[in-house]
């Protein structure tokens, strides 16, 4: 049934998330924002991570939309991630594995996206 439900949400849409594994998600407003993860089958040539959300908005025409934000960061998984800032619109980006081992945190601000 879920299975169903999924093709059904995304079904005609550009962008469409691949598979991944240890990534986080936030919820802000009516959106919810994955950030990173591992896609088990990409090749590690050059390991990156993206940022994207499912909009959620039940007041839209396309209930159920994802959005590519188009940020890459380096491979990041098994990482956290929460919202803040004094508009709560900020995701703070913490910890977990880096390709670049060069970055642990990050500061995504979406008022500047």
Do not use: C
């Not at 959106?31 to 591992?38: A, S």
């Not at 098994?78 to 642990?104: F, L, P, R």
């Amino acid at each position: 049934m879920l299975n169903q439900l999924f093709n059904i949400i995304v079904y005609g849409q550009k962008f469409v998330p691949e598979s991944r594994m240890l990534h986080i998600a936030v919820l802000i407003d009516n959106k919810i924002y994955y950030i990173g993860g591992d896609n088990p089958n990409k090749t590690k040539q050059n390991p990156e991570s993206d940022i994207f959300y499912l909009d959620v908005n039940s007041d839209t025409e396309s209930f159920f939309t994802w959005v590519d934000l188009k940020v890459r960061l380096s491979q990041t998984s098994s990482h956290t991630a929460n919202v803040g800032g004094v508009n709560q619109d900020s995701i703070y980006i913490i910890g977990g594995a880096h390709s670049d081992e060069k970055n642990t945190n990050y500061l995504y601000n979406l008022i500047l996206k």
